[in-house]
């Protein structure tokens, strides 16, 4: 079945850059998401990409895509304590169908 | 500005109860999930429906039923609560972007 994995954690100083990889195994994946959850919260979309993209830039976010590899990755730049978070990828088919998700990356900030 | 709305943040319940978690959506999405979160095993999809009177099991749907009514409402049903369904349940619409609401943290005693 599909299936989802990144690593459980990372630590970074702040002011650094961050980078959260991800792999999946659907190769009919459509759409890739990362969201982002604040303690005591529900998850936030923070961006996607689709599969027909290869890169995607939003501010201090870059979101990179090898399809070949079936791998994505976040980066965060300069990242700040407000960064601090559990960070998920998750795929789907198209759009309606549910997503699959990681466990989540949790980013520690180190001041 | 779009809202997935649960009922309830916090309940505590004991083994054997029923217990109905509601989830409402303003953004008149056709697609409504239930997820549950645990400590290390991520997000894991309960049930989910397409439209109303629709259900299609997800990955771990042992335990729990839902009722779809009503498009704006999508409820989680457990018939007999045990303890190890004390966990984060997650309701979610979409219809393209995904959008989560905070989350019911359900603890059976």
């Known amino acids: 079945g599909e299936d989802v994995e990144q690593s459980l954690f990372l630590s970074v100083r702040e002011g650094d850059s961050s980078v959260i990889n991800c792999t999946y195994t659907?190769?009919?994946?459509?759409?890739l998401y990362w969201y982002k959850q604040e303690p005591g919260a529900g998850l936030q979309l923070l961006t996607y990409?689709?599969?027909?993209?290869d890169m995607k830039q939003d501010q201090r976010l870059t979101v990179l895509l090898n399809k070949k590899d079936k791998h994505l990755s976040l980066r965060i730049a300069d990242t700040q304590t407000g960064d601090s978070a559990i960070y998920f990828c998750?795929?789907?088919?198209?759009?309606?169908?549910?997503?699959?998700f990681g466990k989540g990356t949790r980013l520690s900030v180190i001041a | 500005d779009v809202k997935v709305t649960q009922s309830s943040r916090y309940l505590v319940k004991r083994t054997g109860e029923k217990v109905f978690l509601e989830c409402v959506q303003d953004?008149?999405?056709?697609?409504m999930f239930w997820y549950r979160q645990d400590p290390g095993l991520g997000l894991r999809l309960i049930y989910f429906?397409?439209?109303?009177?629709?259900?299609e099991k997800g990955d771990i749907p042992e335990g729990y039923s839902v009722s779809r009514e009503k498009k704006e409402r999508f409820s989680l049903i457990l018939e007999s609560a045990s303890t190890n369904q004390t966990s984060m349940y997650l309701c979610?619409?979409?219809?393209?972007?995904?959008?989560f609401g905070e989350g019911s943290r359900l603890t059976v005693l």
């Open positions: 979610a619409s979409r219809q393209g972007e995904l959008f």
């Open positions: 659907d190769s009919s994946s459509t759409y």
């Open positions: 990409i689709f599969s027909n993209m």
């Open positions: 998750a795929e789907s088919f198209s759009g309606n169908t549910p997503l699959v």
């Open positions: 953004m008149d999405h056709e697609n």
């Open positions: 429906s397409y439209d109303v009177k629709m259900k």
